[in-house]
């Protein structure tokens, strides 16, 4: 069968077994419909490689056309990082709980990645942070984030200090448990338990969202995406930097947190029929019916 994506590769929920029975029935599909899979290293280990070529991410971002990722919002997250050079495009097959990005539901998955072997999809570009922690003017640690920079008190139980500028210009001394740097992605993600705004994938905005803050008129604030955003800590205040929930790094007093929009964008691909404010409806549970 000719098709766009003569080489897809599939990604699974890290080691978990819970996937291996449906990642398995779809490389077999695939496989049928004549397309090259690729198994990432991690998720064959996790199921079983079953004869079908076992490869890294660096191996997938140059061979692959399509990766296809079964899990929940984290597996996807692990993935755009891994793959944002490499432009390939990435599906969602939602595995976990509320799935913001990975949107397709596990019961209609055959019937949603053939209509995208048709060439029946829609394509959606999110854009990623770059985060850097300079200490004495240097890097100390560089990485990306789609979903969100967290920078946070870590294990002392009284608030930390703040200063935050946005291209160099002071928005507030911030007294709080910490402060979420969110893309739009994000928004919907740890700021939102913060009171952080929902930002459509389309907005060109970063959104700035305190966490407990002391003074309650301290609130979230949305930037363009233009913007370069610093977090100095102040000392005696150490504290503890996460970047999507899955990586970290222990900042001390006087470093800055800088961050700005990265080069790399991600692409989605969605299934025909695919809403963002459908997505929120649902996963939301705006329009329910009230209980009585």
């Given at each position: ?165 946005v291209d160099g210009e002071l928005i ?121």
């Open positions: 069968m000719n098709s766009a994506f003569p080489t897809i590769a599939l990604i699974g929920k890290y080691q978990s077994r819970e996937i291996a029975e449906s990642l398995l029935s779809l490389a077999a599909f695939l496989r049928q419909r004549g397309v090259e899979v690729l198994l990432e290293e991690a998720t064959a280990a996790a199921v079983g490689a079953n004869g079908y070529s076992v490869a890294d991410y660096e191996t997938i971002g140059v061979r692959a056309r399509l990766a296809l990722i079964l899990g929940g919002d984290g597996t996807m997250l692990n993935a755009a990082r891994s793959l944002a050079r490499f432009d390939v495009p990435l599906v969602g097959i939602n595995q976990g709980r509320l799935g913001f990005m990975t949107d397709i539901a596990l019961g209609a998955m055959i019937e949603s990645i053939t209509a995208l072997l048709e060439g029946k999809f829609s394509r959606e570009q999110r854009f990623l942070l770059n985060a850097e922690v300079l200490r004495d003017g240097a890097a100390a640690y560089q990485t990306l984030a789609l979903n969100d920079v967290v920078v946070n008190k870590g294990d002392i139980g009284r608030m930390i200090e703040l200063e935050v500028k507030h001394v911030l007294r709080a448990d910490g402060l979420i740097v969110s893309t739009p992605t994000g928004s919907t993600a740890y700021a939102l338990s913060a009171n952080g705004p929902i930002l459509h994938p389309a907005v060109p905005g970063i959104a700035i969202v305190p966490l407990c803050p002391h003074a309650l008129s301290n609130r979230p604030i949305t930037v363009n995406d233009s913007c370069t955003i610093d977090i100095a800590l102040l000392p005696p205040h150490d504290a503890r930097v996460h970047f999507d929930g899955q990586t970290r790094f222990d900042a001390r007093a006087g470093d800055v947190v800088r961050i700005r929009r990265s080069h790399h964008n991600i692409t989605l691909l969605h299934p025909p029929g695919y809403s963002y404010f459908a997505m929120l409806r649902e996963k939301l549970h705006w329009s329910s019916t009230p209980r009585r």
